[in-house]
């Protein structure tokens, strides 16, 4: 059973133009949720974080959007620039236990 | 700064064999997690620590064990090494902050192939 699915394995954007990837969760105990990039050979980097209590957090180019009701939450990348390229995952934590991480999105950002 | 470093990088084991994979986590961060990563999948729940302490064990045999040090470095062990132990290994250190909210910084990986 996935608790955090990310549907897309794949999203092609053009440069300059925004990046929406998705997450859903079936937890409702999730309270804090995480998105990171992880290009070839590296490992994750952590990108920007929401805890359930905030349906919104912004960072730079990078926004989170957390829509609790539905269990989905989203990132906006804008504008989106080559450099973007990676695979991202969404993880969620449930308070004192541990990150349970989604399969991935593997965003292309073509120039 | 350092960031969180794990060794070896790469490593090729025959079926049977054991294996120890290192982690040292970042300055002043006590909190190491472990995850298996598949290809094509996200990182998989192992182990954490924390001050010592086993804090976490994900869904996964007996033939995996992991330690902390006092210095917060880690190590992970598997024994009797299957081929579909074949995977990249991650380690991630944290801080948590007063207000709960923890998060992971990960290394590089130890990449593992299992023949």
């Known amino acids: 059973d996935q608790q955090v699915k990310q549907n897309s394995p794949s999203l092609s954007v053009q440069e300059g133009r925004i990046s929406i990837l998705n997450c859903d969760y079936t937890n409702s105990m999730f309270d804090y949720f995480l998105w990171y990039k992880k290009y070839p050979a590296e490992g994750p980097t952590f990108l920007i974080s929401?805890?359930?209590?905030?349906d919104k957090n912004e960072d730079g180019r990078f926004t989170v959007f957390l829509n609790k009701s539905a269990k989905h939450l989203s990132l906006h990348i804008v504008p989106s620039q080559p450099g973007d390229s990676a695979v991202y995952f969404c993880?969620?934590?449930?308070?004192?236990?541990?990150?349970?991480f989604g399969p991935g999105t593997r965003l292309s950002v073509l120039p | 700064d350092a960031g969180v470093t794990q060794s070896p990088t790469h490593l090729i084991k025959t079926r049977g064999q054991h294996v120890t994979l290192r982690c040292s986590p970042i300055?002043?961060?006590?909190?190491v997690s472990w995850y298996q990563q598949v290809l094509g999948q996200g990182p998989q729940f192992i182990f954490q620590?924390?001050?010592?302490?086993?804090?976490g064990r994900g869904n996964f045999p007996d033939r995996f064990s992991a330690r902390q040090f006092p210095n917060y470095s880690s190590e992970l062990n598997v024994n009797a090494l299957l081929l579909g132990d074949s995977a990249l290994y991650l380690c991630?250190?944290?801080?948590?902050?007063?207000?709960?909210?923890?998060?992971?910084?990960f290394g590089p990986g130890t990449r593992l192939l299992v023949l």
């Open positions: 993880a969620a934590r449930d308070y004192g236990q541990n990150f349970v």
């Open positions: 300055s002043g961060h006590k909190s």
């Open positions: 929401i805890s359930s209590i905030k």
């Open positions: 620590y924390y001050e010592k302490e086993e804090r």
């Open positions: 991630a250190s944290s801080l948590v902050s007063p207000t709960g909210q923890e998060t992971q910084y």
